[in-house]
């Protein structure tokens, strides 16, 4: 609905002055809360605005997204906060793809023409036309030097300039642990990729008889690319493909079988005298999300200071009604808004509160305070903030640190989990002076390569440190309201992170950064995954094993009894360790057969069997 | 962590004989946040912490820590409360353990390998150690050249309290500051031993361990036990008038707390799990004994507390899994200082919790007569 409207709600919104529409708010928020004004925590305010139903969950580039910014911006005002150097706006738009939709690809086979639904490109594809002969490539995979064994799809094959097809997935009948290796280099972006670094003019991708989602069509996978991977791609269905072998006197079931035990050596095949002609069109609906970013001067020269700013932000777009499809509603709440209270109103107001108990001490450096967009579809604020040109921004080498509060609304027990501690050797000392004041329950965890913005810090060098109250069953679901937010300890976080900013702004030399290196590599990603537990896994826990945070109603899980709390240490043979080795026992997996489930619950060991089901 | 409150040797190759216990499940009539809440990590830094001890005035603690390149080993470090600022207070070179401030004064006791000559090679072996891909399990070796000092906090400056040849260490002050009670294994070198003896020594040497007192000033060194076997972590109760440490029977693998007049008159046994109970410390209000027991798992350590007379059975008061020891409460009685492997990682941190005393003396009250571990 916000999508198809945009264009008349945005008016709307422009027409509803922050202050009209501030001041309704307030005065329903004051009848929330009883009119109990004395007693309001700082923090409370900004959560319940940023998560009222007037907002719609906050979809990076709607509507929400705008009120969400005009509160912050009505804010900064009051606290004295300046635009960047060099703009007039707190503002800062940046482009991205919000939806792809494809605009009527064809694949024209012996004069016939194929289109939808046996033909769809995929998301990822450039627009064009192409004409070529046809190779099947087998499963198009082409796993990087160095791994445990080399795989190469293309080692026999000539692709150059021709059409390749290949088989969605990876070897069905492998061995576990070459279908790990496998499983990380089957995403059809890297098979795509692995397509055009051999020259390949166009990718036809094909779900083989013997795979899950046999015959069917690849999905469109939201993508929030500006533009195409470089080759046209397409998918094609089971019978589509089957007349294209039939014709160059192949059988696809055969083809798939003499490689499914992923015997190295068993090769693709060029199809004799089998051309194609591929036309792929993706249509892209770009959208223009906002940063809202801000500064507070140092109130001394930064003359000679090394590094002169120090950085807070946190991301306030959230999933709107769950159209981009990271949503985790169940099939009652489809399409209703998701409010975001935790995830990131909390971490929103968090940076807005720090921010103003920043504002009138002295700072020897210059605080710069971001709220990004778009983090929910792939961290695509922060990453246009720190690919901007040279001097559009204060630049990623002259930021001391970066702290970012992503989910900080919902302790328990007192535990404040704080992510990216390795990314410098300055910080377990800073977080326990701080933290004898703040006096939380800390767990201090190294790796930066969180799902947050910090990411994007890290990955520039800059020492950071992710703030995090652990997950919880309203994650990325309608139900994270406002109501649900423990707001004491929420304003606890803000002293706690407001002295932690204080002492690095006021340090002489900067942290040291630190690399830490990244414990899962793979060119495949999450794409390769096909199999569907339904276990919600708590990332924040240091325990040895799978604590699940939750498990998703009617999934596979809670089909198998697992609930919240327990810690799964097997998993079809395969001890877990941690959320890498489950991962990798993912792919292990197969959809339907019955696997056996070794858990903890309450320090007892317990043994239960979860078939997994079919990620679609 | 755990020396003055040992553990150690014991660990190894005593485990296969602690399963064989029968893992005695908890009465479950409470759960930890009945006794603590707002439990809260204090060390961050470092590979692992412990032993925290409280200044006179609650304003401070001293605890040991491993957490500076080129020592793989603890030092002393005084934590301020206030502003969150730590301060080493040992050379920083070798071995050092269980830090007490001294009531009345400026001085802090501890107990340092530093005036040993070999210390810097034991550190640059240690670490090379660890360079090559290994790790030994933690292991506390009772350093023949561990010596008592008392640390000046005005002038700096470091007073050997104790001489002689062998492992002296686990010192605390009497209420008044006059007086430290001490462990020393001085018994093993200063007499000609048998040859079971000097076995003993090879394989365990905190056998010879008895509890000694002196004065503040290191004169009068006087011991008080004798019996064979382990005994260490003395203190002094909160009026001065007894101390209690724990006892290790002769196989060093059941340790009970016990308490004894400062003259070394009135032994007496408190506890009787019949597994390793150790580090009691007595609550300010003279009314209950702290004190750690793996009785409900070998490498499963939890706090309980138990009346001054030893009288009913002790009550669990922490609830999670891995080392829980070595409690110390606040000079005020309102808050709790422990040593636990909760925030994970396998090594010791120093926790904090608000102590919820009337809670402790009602289920105290309600507790059973004393069972005895000798029952079948």
């Given at each position: 609905?916000?999508v198809q409207?945009k264009?008349?709600s945005?008016q709307?919104?422009?027409?509803?002055t922050?202050?009209?529409?501030?001041?309704?708010?307030?005065v329903?928020?004051l009848i929330?809360v009883?009119?109990?004004?004395?007693?309001?925590?700082?923090?409370r305010r900004?959560?319940e605005?940023l998560?009222s139903p007037?907002?719609?969950?906050r979809?990076a580039?709607?509507?929400g997204e705008k009120l969400?910014?005009?509160?912050?911006?009505g804010?900064?005002s009051?606290i004295?906060?300046k635009?960047?150097p060099?703009k007039?706006s707190f503002l800062?738009?940046?482009e991205?793809t919000?939806g792809t939709?494809?605009?009527?690809?064809?694949?024209?086979l012996g004069?016939?023409?194929?289109k939808?639904p046996?033909?769809r490109?995929?998301?990822f594809?450039?627009n064009?036309?192409?004409d070529?002969a046809?190779?099947?490539?087998?499963?198009?995979?082409?796993v990087?030097e160095?791994?445990s064994?080399s795989?190469?799809s293309y080692?026999?094959?000539?692709v150059k300039?021709?059409?390749v097809?290949v088989?969605r997935?990876?070897?069905e009948e492998?061995e576990?642990k070459t279908?790990?290796?496998l499983?990380?280099y089957a995403?059809l972006?890297y098979?795509a990729m692995a397509?055009?670094?051999?020259g390949?003019?166009a990718?036809i991708?094909?779900t083989?008889?013997n795979?899950p989602?046999?015959g069917e069509?690849a999905p469109m996978?939201?993508?929030?690319a500006l533009a195409g991977?470089g080759?046209?791609a397409v998918?094609?269905n089971?019978d589509?493909?089957n007349?294209?072998?039939?014709?160059?006197?192949?059988?696809l079931?055969?083809?798939?079988?003499?490689?499914?035990?992923?015997?190295?050596h068993?090769t693709?095949?060029a199809?004799p005298?089998v051309t194609a002609r591929?036309?792929a069109e993706v249509?892209r609906?770009?959208?223009?999300?906002?940063n809202v970013l801000?500064y507070l001067p140092?109130?001394?020269a930064t003359t000679g200071?090394t590094?002169?700013w120090?950085?807070?932000?946190?991301h306030?777009?959230?999933?709107?009604?769950g159209?981009?499809?990271?949503t985790?509603?169940?099939?009652?709440d489809?399409?209703?808004?998701?409010?975001?209270?935790?995830?990131?109103?909390?971490?929103?107001?968090?940076v807005?509160?720090i921010?103003a108990?920043?504002?009138?001490?002295a700072?020897?450096?210059?605080v710069?305070?971001?709220?990004?967009s778009?983090?929910e579809?792939?961290?695509?604020?922060?990453?246009?903030f720190?690919?901007?040109a040279?001097g559009?921004?204060?630049?990623m080498?002259?930021i001391a640190?970066?702290?970012?509060?992503?989910?900080?609304?919902?302790?328990q027990d007192?535990?404040?989990t704080v992510?990216a501690?390795?990314?410098?050797p300055t910080w377990?000392?800073?977080?326990?002076q701080?933290?004898?004041?703040?006096?939380?329950?800390l767990?201090?965890?190294?790796?930066p390569y969180?799902?947050?913005d910090?990411?994007t810090?890290?990955?520039?060098?800059?020492?950071s440190?992710?703030f995090?109250t652990?997950?919880?069953?309203?994650y990325h679901?309608p139900?994270?309201?406002?109501?649900k937010?423990?707001f004491?300890?929420l304003?606890?976080i803000?002293?706690?992170?407001?002295a932690i900013?204080?002492r690095v702004s006021d340090?002489d030399?900067p942290?040291?950064?630190?690399k830490?290196?990244q414990?899962m590599q793979?060119?495949g990603g999450?794409?390769?995954v096909?199999i569907?537990t339904?276990?919600?896994p708590d990332?924040?826990s240091?325990?040895k094993?799978l604590l699940?945070?939750?498990v998703?109603?009617?999934?596979?899980a809670?089909?198998?009894?697992?609930?919240k709390?327990d810690?799964?240490?097997?998993?079809?043979?395969?001890?877990i360790?941690n959320?890498?080795?489950y991962?990798?026992?993912?792919?292990?997996?197969?959809i339907g057969?019955p696997?056996?489930?070794?858990?903890?619950?309450?320090?007892?060991?317990?043994?239960t069997t979860l078939?997994?089901?079919a990620?679609? | 962590?755990?020396?003055r409150?040992?553990?150690?040797?014991?660990?190894?190759g005593?485990?296969a004989?602690f399963?064989?216990?029968?893992?005695?499940?908890?009465t479950a009539?409470y759960?930890?946040?009945d006794?603590?809440?707002?439990?809260?990590r204090l060390?961050v830094e470092g590979?692992r912490?412990?032993?925290?001890?409280w200044?006179?005035d609650?304003?401070r603690?001293?605890f040991?820590s491993?957490r500076e390149?080129?020592?793989p080993?603890y030092?002393i470090?005084?934590?301020?409360m206030?502003?969150?600022?730590t301060k080493r207070?040992?050379?920083?070179?070798g071995k050092?353990?269980c830090?007490f401030?001294r009531?009345g004064?400026?001085e802090i006791?501890?107990?340092?390998?530093h005036a040993?000559?070999k210390?810097?090679?034991?550190?640059?072996?240690?670490?090379?150690?660890?360079?090559?891909g290994k790790?030994?399990?933690?292991?506390w070796?009772?350093?023949?050249e561990?010596?008592i000092?008392?640390y000046?906090?005005?002038?700096?400056?470091?007073?050997?309290l104790t001489?002689?040849?062998g492992?002296d260490?686990?010192g605390s002050y009497s209420?008044?500051g006059?007086?430290?009670?001490?462990?020393?294994?001085?018994d093993?070198?200063n007499?000609t031993l048998?040859?079971?003896?000097q076995?003993?020594?090879?394989?365990?040497?905190?056998?010879?361990?008895?509890?000694y007192?002196m004065?503040?000033?290191?004169?009068?060194q006087?011991r008080l036990t004798?019996?064979?076997?382990?005994?260490?972590?003395?203190f002094f109760?909160?009026d001065?008038?007894?101390?209690?440490?724990?006892?290790?029977?002769e196989?060093?693998?059941?340790?009970d707390?016990?308490t004894m007049?400062?003259?070394?008159s009135e032994?007496?046994?408190i506890?009787?799990?019949?597994?390793m109970?150790w580090a009691?410390y007595?609550?300010?209000?003279?009314a209950?004994?702290?004190?750690?027991?793996n009785?409900?798992?070998?490498e499963?350590?939890?706090?309980?507390?138990?009346?001054?007379?030893?009288a009913?059975?002790?009550v669990r008061v922490?609830?999670?899994?891995?080392f829980?020891?070595?409690?110390?409460?606040?000079?005020?009685?309102?808050q709790?200082?422990?040593?636990?492997t909760r925030?994970?990682g396998?090594?010791?941190?120093?926790?904090?919790?608000q102590?919820?005393?009337?809670?402790?003396?009602?289920?105290?009250?309600?507790?059973?007569?004393k069972k005895?571990?000798k029952?079948?």
């Amino acid at each position: 609905m916000m999508v198809q409207n945009k264009p008349q709600s945005a008016q709307n919104s422009r027409r509803l002055t922050t202050s009209s529409w501030l001041r309704g708010f307030v005065v329903s928020c004051l009848i929330a809360v009883g009119g109990n004004v004395a007693a309001q925590s700082p923090t409370r305010r900004h959560v319940e605005t940023l998560a009222s139903p007037g907002l719609e969950g906050r979809l990076a580039g709607s509507p929400g997204e705008k009120l969400a910014s005009d509160y912050i911006v009505g804010e900064l005002s009051k606290i004295g906060a300046k635009p960047l150097p060099g703009k007039s706006s707190f503002l800062v738009p940046f482009e991205f793809t919000a939806g792809t939709k494809d605009g009527g690809s064809t694949v024209t086979l012996g004069g016939e023409e194929l289109k939808a639904p046996a033909v769809r490109a995929l998301s990822f594809s450039d627009n064009g036309t192409v004409d070529g002969a046809v190779v099947f490539a087998g499963y198009g995979i082409v796993v990087p030097e160095g791994q445990s064994f080399s795989y190469d799809s293309y080692t026999t094959l000539d692709v150059k300039d021709k059409i390749v097809v290949v088989l969605r997935y990876f070897p069905e009948e492998a061995e576990a642990k070459t279908k790990q290796v496998l499983s990380r280099y089957a995403d059809l972006r890297y098979k795509a990729m692995a397509a055009r670094q051999h020259g390949a003019k166009a990718m036809i991708v094909v779900t083989g008889p013997n795979s899950p989602n046999a015959g069917e069509l690849a999905p469109m996978t939201f993508d929030t690319a500006l533009a195409g991977s470089g080759i046209v791609a397409v998918t094609i269905n089971g019978d589509a493909a089957n007349r294209m072998f039939t014709s160059g006197g192949k059988k696809l079931a055969d083809a798939q079988k003499a490689l499914d035990d992923a015997n190295p050596h068993a090769t693709g095949f060029a199809l004799p005298n089998v051309t194609a002609r591929i036309h792929a069109e993706v249509i892209r609906e770009k959208r223009t999300g906002h940063n809202v970013l801000a500064y507070l001067p140092a109130t001394t020269a930064t003359t000679g200071v090394t590094k002169p700013w120090v950085a807070i932000g946190a991301h306030y777009d959230h999933l709107g009604h769950g159209e981009a499809g990271n949503t985790l509603a169940g099939k009652e709440d489809l399409n209703k808004v998701h409010f975001g209270a935790d995830d990131n109103a909390s971490g929103s107001a968090a940076v807005l509160a720090i921010a103003a108990d920043l504002a009138k001490p002295a700072r020897r450096r210059n605080v710069l305070m971001a709220w990004w967009s778009g983090e929910e579809l792939g961290l695509l604020g922060s990453n246009a903030f720190a690919s901007a040109a040279p001097g559009s921004n204060v630049a990623m080498d002259q930021i001391a640190a970066y702290l970012n509060f992503d989910m900080v609304g919902r302790m328990q027990d007192n535990k404040l989990t704080v992510q990216a501690a390795g990314s410098s050797p300055t910080w377990k000392k800073l977080l326990e002076q701080a933290n004898i004041a703040a006096g939380f329950d800390l767990v201090v965890q190294d790796d930066p390569y969180q799902p947050t913005d910090v990411a994007t810090f890290n990955g520039a060098s800059v020492p950071s440190l992710t703030f995090f109250t652990g997950t919880h069953p309203d994650y990325h679901k309608p139900s994270d309201t406002a109501d649900k937010i423990d707001f004491d300890d929420l304003d606890r976080i803000v002293g706690f992170a407001a002295a932690i900013v204080k002492r690095v702004s006021d340090a002489d030399a900067p942290p040291q950064f630190t690399k830490v290196e990244q414990q899962m590599q793979g060119g495949g990603g999450r794409g390769g995954v096909r199999i569907f537990t339904g276990t919600i896994p708590d990332y924040a826990s240091d325990v040895k094993g799978l604590l699940l945070g939750g498990v998703i109603g009617g999934g596979p899980a809670e089909a198998a009894g697992l609930q919240k709390g327990d810690v799964i240490v097997e998993i079809a043979g395969q001890t877990i360790a941690n959320i890498y080795d489950y991962t990798y026992a993912l792919d292990v997996l197969k959809i339907g057969q019955p696997a056996k489930v070794v858990y903890l619950r309450g320090g007892k060991r317990m043994e239960t069997t979860l078939t997994p089901a079919a990620r679609k | 962590m755990i020396p003055r409150r040992i553990l150690t040797a014991l660990l190894i190759g005593a485990s296969a004989w602690f399963a064989t216990l029968k893992a005695e499940q908890p009465t479950a009539a409470y759960q930890e946040r009945d006794f603590l809440t707002r439990v809260r990590r204090l060390t961050v830094e470092g590979r692992r912490a412990g032993e925290g001890y409280w200044s006179p005035d609650g304003k401070r603690l001293v605890f040991q820590s491993e957490r500076e390149a080129g020592n793989p080993f603890y030092q002393i470090y005084v934590l301020d409360m206030a502003s969150g600022e730590t301060k080493r207070i040992s050379t920083g070179i070798g071995k050092t353990t269980c830090a007490f401030f001294r009531p009345g004064s400026d001085e802090i006791e501890f107990a340092s390998t530093h005036a040993d000559p070999k210390s810097k090679q034991y550190q640059d072996d240690e670490l090379a150690f660890r360079a090559s891909g290994k790790e030994r399990r933690y292991s506390w070796d009772y350093d023949p050249e561990m010596d008592i000092y008392a640390y000046s906090e005005t002038t700096g400056a470091m007073k050997r309290l104790t001489t002689v040849r062998g492992y002296d260490a686990e010192g605390s002050y009497s209420p008044d500051g006059q007086w430290i009670a001490f462990s020393s294994m001085r018994d093993a070198y200063n007499r000609t031993l048998s040859d079971a003896e000097q076995k003993q020594l090879q394989t365990d040497p905190s056998f010879f361990a008895e509890i000694y007192i002196m004065k503040a000033d290191g004169s009068g060194q006087k011991r008080l036990t004798n019996v064979p076997g382990y005994d260490g972590g003395p203190f002094f109760t909160q009026d001065g008038k007894k101390i209690v440490w724990r006892r290790f029977d002769e196989k060093g693998l059941i340790a009970d707390v016990w308490t004894m007049n400062p003259d070394g008159s009135e032994q007496k046994q408190i506890t009787d799990f019949g597994s390793m109970s150790w580090a009691p410390y007595m609550h300010p209000s003279g009314a209950y004994y702290f004190f750690a027991s793996n009785k409900l798992g070998f490498e499963n350590f939890e706090v309980f507390i138990v009346d001054a007379a030893g009288a009913k059975e002790p009550v669990r008061v922490t609830y999670t899994d891995g080392f829980d020891g070595l409690p110390v409460p606040s000079p005020d009685g309102k808050q709790l200082a422990w040593t636990s492997t909760r925030s994970g990682g396998g090594a010791g941190q120093l926790f904090l919790a608000q102590w919820n005393h009337e809670k402790a003396v009602e289920a105290l009250k309600a507790a059973p007569a004393k069972k005895s571990s000798k029952k079948s």
